[in-house]
């Protein structure tokens, strides 16, 4: 049962060390502005997450209802260290991987409402001005604010 805990332990790091590289380089797509290649990304790293949730669910239900640290207690000492070193490792990576995660999340949010600024700028500079004008008779002649594709008189 410890090589079974030990095997899954160290997919697991494996499995976040990809996923980390993977952030890094959806990062770098992210600042190049290449979302078609962010998409074929997003595919795996999803991928990879599934399975990483995956190998979670194998060590609960390999452990019970006893946590990983206190499994580790009941181990030889050797052993238990090994086991306490490669979940605390699997820890440093999961937050470096979740801080990478955040940095992804604000710059496509960041490029989102670039993207929304632009669209409404240029939605807006094709909405004709509401601008007053005089007619041929010297008038004031009222501009209709929208398109108009009849036009009839009687």
Do not use: C, W
């Not at 990062?27 to 595919?43: D, G, M």
């Not at 640290?69 to 030889?76: E, G, I, K, R, S």
């Not at 094709?126 to 209709?144: A, H, M, S």
């Amino acid at each position: 049962m410890n090589k079974q805990i030990y095997g899954i332990l160290f997919r697991q790091y494996k499995a976040l060390e990809l996923l980390y590289e993977l952030m890094q380089e959806e990062f770098t797509l992210l600042q190049e502005r290449r979302s078609s290649e962010v998409s074929n990304l997003e595919f795996s790293i999803h991928e990879l997450l599934r399975q990483i949730a995956g190998e979670r669910l194998d060590l609960r239900n390999l452990l019970g209802d006893i946590t990983l640290l206190d499994y580790a207690n009941l181990l030889p000492e050797e052993e238990a260290e090994e086991l306490r070193s490669l979940f605390h490792k699997i820890d440093k990576l999961e937050q470096t991987t979740a801080r990478q995660a955040t940095f992804n999340t604000e710059i496509s949010l960041a490029l989102l409402d670039q993207s929304q600024s632009m669209l409404s700028f240029l939605h807006d500079s094709f909405i004709p001005k509401n601008n007053t004008i005089y007619g041929d008779k010297g008038l004031v002649k009222e501009q209709r604010p929208e398109a108009v594709l009849f036009r009839g008189r009687l």
